[in-house]
């Protein structure tokens, strides 16, 4: 009865009298009760607020604490290359370029074989060392004021700047040879795609900010896709180049490379998905395809891709046109002919370019009822060399 507010008495009571209260006391419980309840939902509201407030301190730390350990281990690498190229490296029994020399599969024990595994050509001077811990003290400094300025910040963060990052002369060049060997490899046998993936993955820290070494990185995620029997290899090869294309779609979306294998990569993905997950993923193949044609209008591959998504898409079974037509308003459509004319595009823009391409010319045109045409398509075909597993 102490619980119950006074406003709920009469006031007319006189000092020897009994507060009758105004509500019956089945009321007075139901009041209680609810009062109770208010009690309780602010006492755990008030916890939750203290969690939450201690989730973004705890946050805010860990931010800091990452950016801090990515500036330092840049600033290393960039310190450590310096040093590699001011070297004289006469004697050197490495290959002619440092960027090359990583293992691609066997471990390497050597003595001279520096962190990132990449063969140092003569060991550090005295004053080489001297220098590198001056280095380290200036720019320990520099990165302990960056992690001040993002803690006084307090996660206010900028939008990121869309400009790559800039190499001095001599990465730049090492940068050149490696994109000539890794193109090299990619059109190699399947041993030297594998070697082309293990030479980019060697050289990521090096060069993940330059768009020319994304792409191909994300295009050796494919061949690996294609090398790999196991499922969930492939899922993991072609997720680990979407992601990174996705990043480099943030910054260089004028890159026609980047939309051609991130559409690639997210076919590939899509591939043990259900039917609903693979035909959006058809969306986002076609649209970045396109988006690519639009700003390389001249490469036959991006005509070949494009073909097979129109073949495709002609194809749909039953139960996919009905799933098509139960998610989306505007089901896609493509025909034969549509497919054909793609091809065809290919062979006008460089003519032999695929075996594969011209094996689907002679399938459309056997479908659209032309077969002397699809006969002739198929010999053509038959006098190119069959350089992949398609």
């Not at 507010?5 to 209260?21: F, I, K």
């Not at 030297?192 to 993936?197: I, M, Q, T, Y």
């Not at 898409?313 to 493509?334: C, D, I, N, Q, Y």
């Not at 006098?383 to 398609?390: A, D, H, R, Y």
Request: proline residues 3%.
């Amino acid at each position: 009865a102490q619980a119950v507010p006074g406003a709920l008495l009469p006031a007319a009571a006189g000092d020897g009298a009994l507060p009758s209260p105004l509500l019956r006391q089945d009321q007075q419980l139901e009041l209680l009760e609810r009062l109770d309840f208010v009690v309780r939902s602010i006492v755990e509201l008030r916890k939750e607020v203290e969690e939450l407030r201690n989730s973004l301190q705890h946050l805010a730390v860990e931010i800091v604490g990452e950016v801090r350990t990515h500036l330092e281990e840049t600033q290393r690498v960039t310190r450590r290359r310096k040093l590699l190229f001011s070297r004289d490296r006469s004697d050197s029994t490495g290959s002619s370029s440092i960027y090359f020399t990583a293992s691609s599969g066997n471990a390497n024990t050597d003595d001279g074989e520096s962190e990132g595994g990449y063969t140092t050509a003569n060991a550090e001077s005295d004053y080489e060392r001297e220098s590198e811990r001056e280095s380290e003290e200036g720019e320990d400094e520099v990165s302990c004021d960056t992690v001040r300025t993002v803690r006084r910040d307090s996660l206010d963060l900028g939008p990121e700047d869309e400009s790559p990052l800039a190499l001095d002369s001599s990465l730049e060049e090492g940068l050149g040879q490696l994109l000539e060997q890794a193109d090299r490899l990619h059109n190699g046998d399947e041993q030297d795609k594998r070697e082309g993936f293990q030479l980019l993955l060697n050289n990521k820290l090096a060069y993940a900010g330059q768009r020319e070494f994304l792409w191909r990185l994300a295009r050796a995620h494919s061949d690996m896709w294609e090398l790999t029997e196991d499922a969930d290899q492939r899922r993991s090869y072609a997720s680990g180049g979407k992601e990174e294309l996705e990043l480099a779609l943030q910054k260089w979306d004028q890159s026609a490379e980047c939309h051609q294998w991130f559409a690639v990569l997210c076919g590939q993905v899509s591939e043990q998905e259900s039917i609903s997950k693979r035909i959006q993923a058809g969306y986002v193949f076609k649209e970045h395809i396109d988006k690519a044609i639009a700003l390389k209008p001249q490469d036959p591959q991006l005509y070949y891709l494009l073909g097979r998504w129109c073949y495709q898409v002609a194809h749909l079974g039953w139960l996919e046109k009905r799933t098509v037509s139960a998610l989306f308003e505007a089901p896609p459509t493509a025909t034969v002919h549509d497919a054909l004319q793609n091809f065809l595009r290919v062979e006008e823009l460089s003519p032999g370019f695929s075996k594969a391409g011209r094996v689907y010319i002679a399938k459309c045109y056997r479908e659209l009822g032309n077969a002397s045409a699809a006969v002739l398509w198929m010999d053509l075909a038959s006098e190119l060399p069959g350089s992949t597993k398609e």
